[in-house]
């Protein structure tokens, strides 16, 4: 299992892993000031647009900057996905993220599955074909009567 994950958004309200159901969430460590992390942000936000029938959430979690730059780096490149706020950096060092980006691949009951230190594209036909995988592994266990124990395949980078 993973730490919870459970933080205020910019508007003001609260996501987190609950909100992902028996789907597969994908959580993203970055900051704004990250390059690679604004590329990845871009790549996910079609990445969330190309599966927005499959049951994946992905979280972005935005670590220790002020709320007026978050705000507007995202009306200049709005996303389809919750942004979270990591103010104190305590999820951070809960999920023992030393890299930004760095972004894990939870499946059903927050199992976490793979882990991504570094910059991916995320667009590229092996990530979709893994994260296509990993999704088919979480619908077949959503429908399967007895409950599948976590299974991780390690770290990309």
């Known amino acids: ?6 933080l ?4 003001g309200g609260m996501r987190g892993l609950a909100d992902g159901g028996q789907g597969v969430v994908l959580v993203h460590f970055f ?3 990250c390059e690679p992390c604004r590329g990845e942000l871009r790549q996910l936000d079609a990445l969330a647009k190309r599966m927005s029938a499959r049951p994946l959430l992905i979280l972005s979690v ?3 900057e002020p709320l ?3 705000r507007r780096f995202f009306a200049s490149n709005p996303v389809r996905f919750p942004i979270l706020l990591d103010a104190d950096r305590a999820s951070m ?3 023992d993220v030393e890299t930004f980006p760095t972004t894990f691949v939870l499946g059903p009951n927050s199992c976490p599955l793979w882990r991504v230190s570094g910059e991916l594209d995320w667009l590229s036909p092996e990530s979709v074909a893994r994260l296509e995988n990993t999704l088919a592994d979480a619908e077949h266990s959503q429908t399967a009567s007895i409950p599948q124990p976590c299974r991780t395949s390690g770290e990309t980078r």
């Open 31 to 33: 900051a704004t000031w």
């Open 62 to 64: 935005d670590v220790d």
């Open 68 to 70: 007026a730059r978050i």
């Open 8 to 11: 205020a958004t910019p508007d």
């Open 93 to 95: 060092k809960a999920w």
């Open 1 to 6: 299992m993973v730490p919870e994950l459970s």
